[in-house]
């Protein structure tokens, strides 16, 4: 498992994961998932009102790339892509600092086929 990835599920198999901006906590039972800026200081996801996650449809952690992608929904075509942190990686600089959440339809408009 990455050092990404926090090598112990929390008692409600919770996923962290640390991007460079976030840690990005999992709910896969449930399928909710939760963004919190990396500043914040220790909490417990099991005490946070559901009104602070969101849904998804799956997530898939690219290992190669160091990158956390969330599918929004089932056809795919909202999207999330985070750069996980790691040492020396290069992410971390201004350019990289923020999660960005891509419609697919406005790709297509900016990049006709």
Aim: hydrophobic fraction near 30%; aromatic fraction near 8%; include cysteine.
């Amino acid at each position: 498992m990455s050092e990404n990835v926090k090598s112990e599920l929390d008692a409600d198999s919770y996923i962290r994961l640390v991007s460079c901006n976030s840690e990005w906590v999992i709910d896969e039972p449930r399928r909710l998932y939760l963004r919190v800026p990396r500043d914040v200081k220790s909490f417990n996801p099991r005490n946070l009102p559901r009104n602070l996650w969101s849904e998804y449809s799956h997530f898939t952690v690219d290992q190669d790339r160091s990158e956390l992608v969330i599918y929004l929904n089932a056809e795919c075509s909202r999207i999330i892509k985070a750069h996980l942190h790691t040492q020396g990686h290069g992410h971390c600089g201004e350019d990289h600092r923020q999660a960005y959440t891509i419609e697919m339809s406005q790709l297509k408009e900016e990049f006709p086929s």
